[in-house]
């Protein structure tokens, strides 16, 4: 079983940064198909991707977030990261940590982000 624990949101004013974290409980990037991610739910909406890596390190970047914002993992600790720049209001949403281990997915809890105008 894979535990998935992220931190790091929190309320921004628009333009600000955060940088959210997420632990896992194993290590994720052993196999050549895995994968950690983000995706993010606001209110009344699906939840929709923001950005995944896979272990050879291909990224899937939504446009919406481009150019803004940064995924990046440190491999000896099980953790990714998500550097959010310039965020704007409509980046408000719980931003869940996803992980794709030997075919089976996981996610975690989930962190709020609140981007104020």
């Known amino acids: 079983q894979v535990q998935l624990v992220e931190s790091g949101g929190g309320l921004v004013q628009a333009g600000g940064s955060l940088r959210l974290s997420c632990a896992a409980s194993?290590?994720?990037?052993?196999?050549?198909?895995?994968?950690m991610g983000w995706y993010r739910q606001a209110p009344g909406k699906q939840r929709e991707l923001v950005v995944t890596i896979t272990t050879g390190g291909r990224t899937n970047v939504a446009d919406s977030v481009k150019g803004r914002f940064t995924i990046s993992r440190d491999n000896a600790k099980n953790m990714m990261f998500l550097q959010m720049n310039s965020l704007k209001p409509e980046d408000t949403a719980v931003y869940y940590c996803?992980?794709?281990?030997?075919?089976?997915?996981?996610w975690g809890q989930g962190t709020q982000v609140t981007v104020s105008s």
């Open positions: 194993v290590s994720i990037f052993s196999g050549s198909d895995n994968a």
């Open positions: 996803y992980a794709k281990r030997y075919m089976a997915d996981y």
